[in-house]
C-alpha cells in the first residue's frame, strides 16, 4: 500500500469515526464478538501457521496465543459496560454543590504495529483493546511470519469492515507509509531500535506512543529458594517459544553458595523437558536464518555446561546452559532471543541489586525466594516492567494486571482494563449546580475574600 492509498484509507476511517458508528456499547460488543468468532472459527489454523512460521507445537500455540487472546477479548466483552461506564469522583467543598466523575473517551484512529514471536496475541490482543475502546485502527502484523501475518490479514478483513479495522501486510518497506499517517495513538511492539524510530516519527506529529520492547529479563535466585522448584519453572519460562519471548528469563543472577546445585537442577530440568530436542516436534525453531546465526554466535563452546547443538537444516538450537559466565560476556551484551540460559553469581544480594540497576530497565524480572525480607528488598530497590516472584513468564496471562515496560524496556500498559484505557482518553468532569452560585471566586475581592479561601480549601 503507498503514501496515496494510505491517506485515502485513513480518511475513510476518521470519515467512520465520526459518523459515531464505532461508539454505541452494542457495537463494541458486536465487534468484539465477530473477533472472537473468526478466532475460534480458525484455531486449526492458526495453529498450522505458528508451526510453518515457528515450529509451535498445538498445545504452545493454544497456551500462548490463541487462549490467551480469547480470554482477553472474553474479559473485555464481559467488563465493557463498566469500562465504557463513568466514574464518581469527590469535589472540593469550594466547588459545592458538584458532581465530579470521570469519563473515558475514545482516541480516534490507532495504528497497531506487532512483531513475529507471538503474533496473532500481540496484533490481536491490543486490537480487541482498541476496539472495545471505541476506535478505528490499522494494524500491521509482523513480517517475519509470513503464513501468520497473512492469516492475521483474513481474520482482520473477515470480522470488520476496511473503514473500521483495516491489515497492511508487508515488510520494512510497508513501514514509511504507514508512518506518514497521522493517528491518534501508536502501539508498537518489537525491539528498542525500532521503537526509537517509531518514536521519532510519532513526534512529528505529537502522536501519544505506547512501545512495549524487551531487554534483559533478570532471574534472581537467593541461597533460600527452593532450588527444584526454581529450575523446573526456570527452565520453563525459557523453553516457551525456544526463548523467543520478549519476557524470558534472559539471566540466571543467583547467590554463588548455591550455584552448583542449581546449575545441576537446570541441566536436568533441560533434560528433562526436552530430552532430544533437535528430533522433536514439539520443540520450535528460531524464526529465521539470521536469527539462528545470531543466537548461535552466543554461545561460547568452553562454557557451555549442556547443550550447545544446533541444526542448521531445521533451525533449531539446543537448550543450551552457560556457567561461569560474567556481564563481560558477549552473551550479556544483547536480548538473547533464543534458548540460550547464562548463569552468573553474585556474593552479596545489594550487592546484585546495584549491578542489575546499573543496567538498562529490563521489562521483566523474577525473584526466587523464601525470604520475606529479599522479597522486600528486591521490590523495594529494583525497577522493571512486571514480573513474578518464585515463577516466570506467568504474570503476563492475567487480564488482572498490567503488562508493560518502563524506561529502555518500554512505556504504557495494557491487558484487561488497562488496554481499554491505554486507548481511551479519560476526561475529568465537574457538572455544576445552577444553584447556589457562592460569589467568593468572582471579583471585586474584598478584606474578608483571603480568610474565606483558606477555610473553604484546606
Known sequence: MDKEQMEAALRAQREYFASGATLPEAARRAALGRLAAEVRRREDEIAGALRADLGKCAEEAYMCETGLLLSEISYLERHLRRLMGERRAPSPLAQFRARSFTSPTPLGTV???????????????????AVAAGNTAVVKPGASAP???????????????????????????????????????IFFTGGA???????????????????????????????????????????????????QTCVAPDYVYCDESIAPRLAAALRDEFRRQCPDALRDGSYGRMVNRRHFERVRALIDP??????????????????????????????????????????????????????????????????????????????ARCRFGGGCINDTVVHLTTNSLPFGGVGESGMGAYHGRWGFEEFSHTRGIMDRALKP???????????????????FMR
Open 111 to 129: 495504528l497497531i504495529i506487532s512483531p513475529w514471536n507471538y503474533p496473532f496475541l500481540l496484533s490481536l490482543g491490543p486490537l480487541a483493546a
Open 147 to 185: 503464513e501468520s501475518a497473512e492469516l492475521i490479514a483474513e481474520i482482520i478483513r473477515s470480522a470488520f469492515p476496511p473503514e473500521h479495522v483495516l491489515a497492511v501486510t508487508g515488510g520494512r518497506e510497508a513501514n514509511p507509509a504507514l508512518l506518514d499517517g497521522r493517528y491518534d495513538r
Open 193 to 243: 531500535a525500532a521503537g526509537r524510530e517509531v518514536l521519532r516519527r510519532a513526534a512529528e506529529n505529537l502522536t501519544p506512543v505506547t512501545l512495549e520492547l524487551g531487554g534483559k529479563s533478570p532471574c534472581i535466585v537467593d541461597s533460600t529458594a527452593d532450588i527444584a522448584l526454581a529450575a523446573r519453572r526456570i527452565a520453563c519460562g525459557k523453553l516457551i517459544n525456544c526463548g
Open 302 to 379: 568452553e562454557k557451555a555446561a549442556y547443550g550447545g547443538g544446533s541444526d542448521p537444516e531445521t533451525l533449531k538450537i539446543e537448550p543450551t546452559l552457560l556457567t561461569g559466565v560474567t556481564f563481560d560476556d558477549p552473551v550479556m551484551q544483547e536480548e538473547i532471543f533464543g534458548p540460550v540460559l547464562p548463569v552468573l553469581t553474585f556474593s552479596d544480594l545489594d550487592e546484585a541489586i546495584e549491578r542489575i540497576e546499573a543496567r538498562p530497565r529490563p521489562l521483566a524480572l523474577y525473584l526466587f525466594t523464601r525470604s520475606r525480607e529479599n522479597r522486600r528488598k528486591v521490590l
Open 437 to 455: 452560585d457562592i460569589k467568593l471566586k468572582y471579583r471585586p475581592y474584598n478584606g474578608r475574600t483571603l480568610p474565606l479561601l483558606r477555610a
